[in-house]
């Protein structure tokens, strides 16, 4: 039993001649047992599968470029795939389609020390590029949690815990190349960290989820590794307590590198799987990277913030060894959470608000979600003003799944009231589409399906996705 | 006589419907004098005063909607102004039309102090925000130079001279409401600073150059005031070497605020005009904004790496008088430049590189203007590879404009083939049209067209301006 219901889109059955088209030019690289197209068929959301009818591991650009083309004559749908952790149903193939798995396009191209730029295959993870950077002094700083492809990084316009410091996948992509649906090749931009240069094409694709262009190599910022780095964890009487504290910080200019809010119920979840001993209260993790001297004073100058505003039990540790035992509650909130309930399922939520407003969010959402019985621990990138909210959900209980989406619905409306986003850094995919008219109202969902039918006039990449066809 | 030949656009006769229609709506807010027409007629570029037929002085959201929609009835241009200070003919009705004036347009809307956010009509310019904001303690750190409106700004991209710190228009620009082609408004995001909610409209908007919409209203990103500034100069016996400096300033992680370099040729039109005594060589001018205590530190990592690359003279500042002292010369140094030369007019230059090939690019730059003769000292934001030359021309003496257009043709072609972007800040306008194609390819060009024609398909929005129709 699935939680959510696909949208009512009529499936394409696969040509036969198309489907032999690709057996003679991919051969063993295109696959279709049932195996695969299922482990291609699932993502981390709550929608029933749905799988394609063959998968493309490409390991060239320019097979990527046949693929589409292919696709493209006989006008059959292609859903691009990285590493499979989105959130919001954005890689499932509604309308029958081929899979493009790129995460065998996983060479790192180039790394410029002294532009602190490196430029990757679509396929290389996060993590992998950060291990080839070791030595070099320098780090990409973007971590949205799952150890995620760049390239699928880049199409939702993925963010994480350090957003707050080093902004998001639309700040940090320097250019992208990518495959448009007539299979010509697009270099959106050259190395240069500015341009002025004519219509953003870089922030267009970043973002488009797969759905005006199949990214296949991008240029990325780095940034120094810090020569210091030092972590804190900080209990409050309130969230709304917590909140100030993360306001006044930031406009102190403290450059704060992460800067998380755990609820109560999250505190809880994380004693109980990391047996730490934590007093049940709003909880902010925060780190401070810099010179030593920088990180001192930013610790001291949040300290002080942090006390007035009801702050208490402030620990900080700057030994690597001590950090990583302090943020092990965060780094396992997740799994934790899940421990609250043994056998249920996340449906894990996303909204972002103006800082100033998100208290309020939050709060509102905490009543909200109280009479429903629901355990719904709430989590975020607190700086930003972006948080998430786990809601346990029994897999057997259909009800439990209507109950839910109904309290995630009303937080993206209390959220957009709130001058927010349906989604800070999750993507539309599937799950967001019914939210982004009230966003971005009637004449803005019209432009962003005028150029969906302008750079993909055929509708074949990741179709149903962001915004319907008509 | 003007540097200049326009491109060969036929040029649309006013409509006398449309003219009454226009003196029925807008009364007095239209005018169609000689003097209103060419004080809208020129910009700061070479190009010959290009009138349109007539000004429409805005001053409410609905009066642009309505003026869209006449032009759209008509299928007439529409050029949108802000405060004329473009460089690259931005702004020049070609193909015949109207103007909109936006600067009556000037209402700071929102002041959101807590999230860090002003919502300002168009026309309001970047001093007239700073000064309401003068006494919130944040400020809005764009500063292109001129006092351009915040419309005009997004507009263009624009960045300016802390840009190496607080990014561009493209990075601090948190939405838009635009006019669009067809009339309807978009408001293209909400208030949180990130959203992953679909196609980037916001980064769509800025840098269109007023060919897809017309930016009324805009909210953007606001500083914390620095609690402490340090300014400093340093000279070089080298271009290169002060690159190096800059380079390895940038990847210690120190956080300069302003990075400029000013060349020998530019030190001497200071000395000349501002009564300084600065040793004629190429120069660092840099500002530091921090902590006390971080400011001393930022200056004392850059003192010595400048030390090391073979900088001299290390002077610095921290009162505002003695700041204001130093940084004197680049601030005048425009007027300085062109008084190298009396009576010439300065052709400007933009374009940006990856820092590493900046030295490489300035040098070879400096060595093909030598035999030319020509007067053209190089400034720019070197922080971020971005630079410009003033090449000084008589303008009663058309060979030399066309050996300042060749230097200048030559000197993108030198900035593209070294990973570079033909234009850093200025936009493209249609002085940088030619080299688009070769900067983002055919297929860059053909996707740029298709936006145009899905978004504007009468082709009225500043038509002729960074892509051609077809």
Redesign the interface.
């Known amino acids: 039993m699935s939680a959510l219901s696909l949208p009512e889109v009529s499936r394409r059955p696969l040509p036969a001649e198309l489907l032999a088209a690709l057996q003679t030019r991919f051969g063993a690289q295109f696959v279709t047992s049932h195996a695969q197209r299922l482990a291609h068929g699932r993502d981390e959301s709550a929608y029933p599968d749905t799988l394609p009818d063959g998968v493309v591991y490409a390991t060239t650009g320019k097979e990527v470029v046949d693929l589409v083309k292919l696709c493209a004559d006989f006008a059959y749908p292609l859903v691009a795939w990285g590493a499979g952790t989105s959130l919001e149903g954005h890689l499932l193939p509604i309308a029958g389609g081929i899979t493009l798995d790129l995460s065998q396009l996983n060479q790192i191209l180039a790394i ?6 490196a430029t990757v295959q679509a396929g290389v993870t996060r993590e992998a590029l950060n291990a080839a950077l070791a030595h070099t ?2 780090f990409f700083p973007i971590d949205p949690g799952a150890n995620a492809t760049l390239g699928g990084m880049a199409s ?4 994480g815990t350090n ?1 707050v410091r080093y ?2 996948m ?2 940090n992509v320097v250019n992208v190349t990518a495959v ?1 649906a007539n299979g ?18 870089t ?2 694709l ?3 989820e797969g759905t ?1 262009g199949i990214i296949t190599e991008l240029t990325v910022k780095l ?2 590794q ?2 210091a780095i030092s972590a804190a964890v900080v209990r409050f009487p309130s969230v709304s307590a917590a909140i100030a504290t993360v ?1 006044q910080t ?4 403290v ?1 704060v590198a992460r800067c998380e809010l755990l609820d109560q119920l999250t505190i809880e979840a994380v004693n109980a799987h990391s047996q730490t001993t934590l007093e049940p209260a709003p909880t902010l993790f925060l780190e401070f990277h ?2 030593p ?2 990180v001192a ?1 930013q610790v001291a100058q949040v300290q002080a913030v942090a006390q007035e505003a009801g702050g208490a039990d402030f620990q900080w540790a700057t030994r690597p060894e001590d950090r990583s035992k302090l943020w092990k509650a965060r780094h396992h909130a997740y799994f934790a959470c899940l421990q609250l309930r043994p056998g249920a399922r996340a449906i894990t939520t ?1 909204v ?5 407003r998100l208290g309020e969010c939050i709060e509102a959402t905490l009543a909200d979600v109280g009479p429903s019985g629901l355990m719904a621990p709430i989590l975020g990138h607190v700086g ?3 948080f998430h909210m786990l809601m346990l959900v029994d897999p057997a209980q259909p009800a439990e799944y209507s109950l839910a989406e109904a309290i995630s619905a009303r937080l993206v409306e209390r ?2 009231a709130l ?10 995919g599937l799950h ?1 589409m019914p ?2 008219e009230a ?6 969902l ?3 399906r ?6 993909d006039p055929k509708n074949i990449l990741n179709p149903g996705k ?2 319907s066809w008509a």
Chains 1, 2 share one sequence.
């Not at 001058?419 to 539309?428: L, S």
């Not at 966003?439 to 803005?444: K, N, T």
């Open positions: 410029h020390p002294e532009d602190m730029t002094g320098l939702t316009r993925a963010s957003a902004g998001t639309r700040d448009l010509e090749v697009v270099q959106t931009g050259q190395r240069a960290r500015k341009s002025s240069a004519g219509y953003d094409l922030r267009l970043v973002g488009a005006l940034y120094p810090p020569e306001i930031i406009q102190l200019g450059p810099g010179s001297a920088g004073e996303d972002c608000v103006p800082i100033s930003d003003g972006n959220a957009l001058e927010g986003t349906c989604t800070g850094e999750h993507g539309v967001k939210y982004l966003e971005v109202g009637s004449a803005g019209a432009a962003m005028a150029i969906k039918h302008a750079l962001i915004v």
